[in-house]
């Protein structure tokens, strides 16, 4: 019982409570929002207090947290669908990459984009995320590649989140690739990486943490050492692509640094897995950029389950690998293509998602006194949602206790 005026009460509601391994569904209950947070939480009928000013009526649909992208390169100009077309050809992504197409190509395109068609092309995409019940979304950089066109990338994920209703965190990933003014000169351009990008995105707090592409079509584990290091000086939090098209032990880099995350890990092996668990890394899974890579090699499951690796689930929404902003969809695809279980897929767009992000203390679950982002869905069991392909199921989406129109 609550004393405090309530804002919002959401009556007749089956709450879907997520622990750290699995999600369970309470019987019919309620929850009290106010001043944005959860106040309260309970089975049945709420004995009411204080007064209430708005009301909700369920009709005994299912509440979830609402939805974390906790992986996106959303802020981009352009788009890669020939790359799509040669691919069918017969040509890899690795070969477009060498032949100056891939990422450089989107840097180009967003490079050349002015900030409001790059803040317009974006925010068609947050708008197609946040209609899929997306609240929070974590935006990187990485298709500028020099100090102004990086800065212009996080400066627009900072005004789309000032924009729109939903939480946006910003990850610079200026070591996404070699930019063409650099070609040959790697060592270079990591020394303007964290010389002047880094810094300068810092000191301007357009960046929440920094990541890097440590491939041999990226950058070697010593070069993003030097990003790492150039982030801890920062006090920035890392995370890292790592793992995606071979070994280069990225994962096991990432935890050294107490990484909030280590992404895409098909080629993780057990060292990897172990130094994960022992740093607390997340292990971001991709599967829209595995399914539309038509790539093989599923990430080892069984061995971050067996290592108690918190497991999240991301759209990549980028350009050349994930063009998705569908985050219901990879729930289907983390069960279909990885196997995870729909409760695990689940715990990977919400609880284990906000772990990635650093911000498990106010979001990813239904508790009191937490941020009241909320989704309330047409299905009757939280594996529905997993099921469908590509559930069309979302009912209502409240982003701190505030219900937004869906369209
Ligand atoms: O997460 N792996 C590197 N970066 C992206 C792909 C970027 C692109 O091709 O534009 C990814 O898959
Ligand atoms: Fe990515």
């Known amino acids: 019982m609550s004393a405090i005026p309530i804002d919002l009460l959401i009556r007749n509601v089956r709450i879907v409570a997520c622990d750290d391994a699995s999600c369970s569904v309470a019987p019919p209950g309620f929850v009290e929002i106010a001043g944005g947070r959860i106040a309260a939480v309970g ?55 060498r ?28 708008e197609s995320l946040m209609r899929h019940g997306v609240t929070t979304v974590e935006i990187k950089s990485g298709y500028g590649l020099s100090l102004a066109a990086e800065l212009k990338s996080l400066r627009v994920a900072r005004s789309l989140g000032a924009r729109f ?17 650099f070609s040959g000169r790697p060592d270079d351009y990591i020394d303007e990486v964290v010389q002047r990008i880094l810094p300068e995105a810092a000191r301007l707090g357009l960046a929440d943490a920094v990541d890097a592409f440590c491939e041999t079509i990226g950058f070697t584990p010593a070069q993003t050492r030097r990003v790492f290091e150039a982030a801890r ?33 098909e080629y993780l092996d057990e060292a990897g897995a172990i130094a994960m668990a022992r740093a607390g890394t997340v292990a971001v899974l991709l599967p829209g950029a595995f399914y539309f890579l038509r790539d093989t090699h599923v990430p080892p499951i069984d061995l971050l389950r067996r290592h108690g690796v918190a497991m999240a689930v991301a759209t990549d929404c980028n350009p050349g690998t994930s063009p998705t902003t569908h985050l219901p969809l990879m729930l289907n695809m983390a069960c279909t293509l990885f196997r995870l279980t729909p ?64 369209q």
């Open 343 to 406: 409760a695990e897929a689940l715990l990977g767009v919400t609880r284990h998602a906000a772990q990635a992000l650093g911000l498990q203390a106010t979001l990813g679950t239904i508790e009191v006194g937490k941020v009241a982002d909320l989704c309330l869905w047409n299905v009757d069991q939280p594996a529905a949602l997993a099921y469908e392909i590509g559930a069309g199921a979302l009912r209502a989406r409240f982003k701190n206790g505030v219900q937004h129109p869906l």
């Open 43 to 97: 089975v049945g009928a709420p004995a009411l207090a204080g007064s209430v000013r708005d009301e909700i009526d369920a009709g005994g649909a299912l509440l979830t947290p609402g939805l974390i992208d906790c992986h996106t390169h959303l802020v981009y100009a352009g788009n890669r669908a020939r790359e799509f077309e040669m691919r069918l050809e017969g040509a890899s992504y690795e070969s477009i990459a």
């Open 233 to 265: 000086a920062h006090g920035l939090p890392v995370k890292l692509h790592a793992e995606q098209l071979s070994n280069q032990h990225g994962a096991a880099l990432a935890a050294e640094f107490g990484a909030l995350s280590a992404d895409h890990l």
């Open 165 to 181: 209703p939903i939480g946006v965190r910003t990850t610079l990933l200026a070591a996404h690739a070699l930019p063409p003014e």
């Open 99 to 126: 032949a100056g197409g891939g990422i450089v190509s989107t840097v180009r395109q967003t490079r050349d984009a002015d900030t409001e068609t790059l803040f317009a092309e974006s925010a068609r995409r947050l």
